[in-house]
T-cell receptor, first 115, second 113 residues
Framework: SQTIHQWPATLVQPVGSPLSLECTVE??????LYWYRQAAGRGLQLLFYSVGIGQISSEVPQNLSASRPQDRQFILSSKKLLLSDSGFYLC??????????????FGNGTRLTVT | GNSVTQMEGPVTLSEEAFLTINCTYT??????LFWYVQYPGEGLQLLLKATKADDKGSNKGFEATYRKETTSFHLEKGSVQVSDSAVYFC????????????FGDGTTLTVKP
């Protein structure tokens, strides 16, 4: 069966520090991968998505970046965090670009607090 | 573009009450429709889905019917439990917009004993 791992679960970082959040998927190949952010009491904001290794699409201009160095690994990074980067970050995967009948499968999220 | 509009919350019900959370959508093409549930401190989980008009998705006592004529996918449950307290998201995925999902803003449900 497929599983998705996301870590760390919680993170407290000072303003201006770097960020690296990692997500890996097991049990599937060539997944679509996504990073979402959820502000407190708000909906989901798509940050990045990837349909293959090295292929990243950015949805919102910001000081975050994403990389996909391996087929089932997705990394969210920042060189210098801002207070506004605080939130709940969710990684997700889905089956193939053309399989729009398939749902998204989410990790358990990372709670990031920038102080 | 695609959009999903959900009933605003929060919704508070007593145990065993009937639940309806409204969801309407706008989409080009023929979308698939989903309900996800998010328990406190966790990621989203798929609750149910429907991939074509008049399909009914069901799971754990929850149901939703894909109504193309009214572009709706309302979530219902006949008798809610305290353990159903969570945030519920309606979403669509279409064969346009690179297959990306479009989510509603979520509806918070609290069930009191």
């Amino acid at each position: 069966s497929q599983t998705i791992h996301q870590w760390p679960a919680t993170l407290v970082q000072p303003v201006g520090s770097p960020l690296s959040l990692e997500c890996t998927v097991e049990g599937t190949s060539n997944p679509n991968l996504y990073w979402y952010r959820q502000a407190a009491g708000r909906g989901l904001q798509l940050l990045f998505y990837s349909v293959g290794i090295g292929q990243i699409s950015s949805e919102v201009p910001q000081n975050l970046s994403a990389s996909r160095p391996q087929d089932r690994q997705f990394i969210l990074s920042s060189k210098k965090l801002l207070l506004s980067d605080s939130g709940f970050y969710l990684c997700a995967w889905s089956v193939g670009q053309s399989s729009y009948n398939s749902p998204l499968h989410f990790g358990n999220g990372t709670r990031l607090t920038v102080t | 573009g695609n959009s999903v509009t959900q009933m605003e919350g929060p919704v508070t019900l007593s145990e065993e009450a009937f639940l309806t959370i409204n969801c309407t959508y706008t989409a080009t093409g023929y979308p698939s429709l989903f309900w996800y549930v998010q328990y406190p401190g966790e990621g989203l989980q798929l609750l149910l889905k429907a991939t074509k008009a008049d399909d009914k998705g069901s799971n754990k006592g929850f149901e939703a019917t894909y109504r193309k004529e009214t572009t709706s996918f309302h979530l219902e449950k006949g008798s809610v439990q305290v353990s159903d307290s969570a945030v519920y998201f309606c979403a669509l995925r279409a064969n346009t917009n690179a297959g990306k999902s479009t989510f509603g803003d979520g509806t918070t449900l609290t069930v009191k004993p």
